[in-house]
């Protein structure tokens, strides 16, 4: 097993900058998920990791061993790493078995060697074929097996399953992961998809403006947003304005326990609130009473809820996304709900909201 750890790192093309002094530390064997929008340097990051790239500064230290610093750069073929494009790149004119032994030394391009690496990803028997005799899946799987024939340190992703359709996607990437866990290898994952990193990674970072904003576990990142860019960027969220009393929030869904990681504790004032459209109850029709003060999840401390009409109604099948526009205030952004499905919500229905607590509250600057 082998840990990387990234210091410091900076890379610009011309007059632009992408890297911008990124830190990072992956765990011997781990999986991290580098997560971020398009053109935010995900990619880069990759390449220098790879050493496609050098960096203009910083160190990149595989397995206790610089690869790229101040007068070092270990060449791509002598870092043992694993590359995985996102459209696969096989060579077409080439067998799969050929493919996937393209960067072996000639006398390690034996059939057992391959067939070994087919079985382990599930293409066993497949390896006269060529590329284009198989489906995408498959041809994402012959790519992760040449990326393993070298018997990698590290593998690098690089938004491997963003071709494939979403049923494949899933069952790709479950394969992807439970491989590299029993090789023991060290993964790290590129994708900008929030669902796709907070599912199969072990870690996920957060790259914003250059840099590693946040790294941690997925239900931390998700429940514990370092700040309100972050809660917006991981999953959908409803930022409110809410003003700090202690260790509650006063809001337009009422008074709601704060997470002690939050602003619990910070002076009373002004703050932004993230209340996740799983954390809020719907109702049909107006308030029947007060807010229970008293329910084991720490719900909320007061307050009736809130009226508003129904804007859109998604069904997804295993859940419902609803945005609900509030009553008293229309130029406010609607609230996203979700909630188990169930019977439509036609637009133009009166609602009631009530959210359950502890929340995370932000002071305002």
């Not at 971020?36 to 990619?43: A, N, V």
């Not at 209340?275 to 003060?293: K, M, S, Y």
């Not at 133009?348 to 607590?357: F, I, N, Q, W």
Request: glycine content about 12%; aromatic content about 4%.
């Amino acid at each position: 097993m082998t840990r990387l750890v990234v210091t410091g790192l900076h890379k610009a093309f011309g007059d632009h900058p992408v890297l911008t002094g990124l830190d990072l530390e992956v765990p011997a064997g781990s999986l991290t998920a580098i997560l971020g929008p398009s053109g935010s340097g995900k990619t880069t990051l990759l390449r220098v990791l790879a050493g496609f790239e050098r960096a203009d500064a910083g160190t990149v230290i595989i397995g206790g061993a610089v690869v790229d610093g101040q007068a070092v750069h270990l060449p791509p073929e002598r870092r043992r790493i694993g590359y995985v494009p996102q459209e696969g790149s096989l060579f077409p004119h080439l067998t799969v078995a050929a493919n996937i032994g393209f960067g072996l030394p000639a006398r390690l391009r034996k059939a057992p060697a391959t067939a070994e690496l087919l079985d382990a990803v599930g293409l066993s028997g497949l390896g006269k074929r060529y590329p284009h005799q198989l489906s995408g899946g498959q041809q994402q799987r012959v790519a992760l097996a040449r990326a393993l024939a070298i018997r990698p340190q590290i593998v690098l992703l690089d938004e491997p399953f963003a071709s494939l359709d979403a049923h494949l996607r899933a069952a790709v990437r479950a394969d992807v992961q439970a491989l590299l866990a029993g090789a023991g290898i060290t993964g790290i994952l590129v994708t900008h998809d929030q669902d796709e990193a907070l599912s199969i990674a072990d870690r996920v970072a957060v790259l914003r403006d250059g840099q590693i904003a946040q790294c941690d576990a997925p239900q931390a990142l998700y429940d514990r947003p370092a700040d309100a860019d972050i809660a917006r960027f991981i999953g959908d969220a409803n930022l409110v304005e809410g003003v700090l009393d202690t260790d509650t929030v006063d809001t337009v869904l009422g008074r709601l326990r704060i997470e002690p990681a939050g602003a619990a504790g910070s002076a009373p004032g002004p703050a932004v609130v993230l209340i996740r459209p799983e954390q809020i109850e719907l109702h049909a029709g107006v308030p029947a009473g007060p807010a229970d003060g008293g329910r084991p999840d720490g719900g909320a401390v007061s307050g009736t809820g809130l009226c508003g009409r129904v804007v859109s109604y998604g069904y997804h099948g295993h859940d419902a996304v609803i945005h609900v526009q509030p009553e008293d205030d229309p130029a406010a952004p609607a609230i996203i709900v979700r909630t188990l499905g169930g019977c439509q919500l036609p637009p133009g229905s009166a609602v009631t909201l009530r959210a359950r607590g502890p929340v995370l509250a932000w002071p305002h600057a």
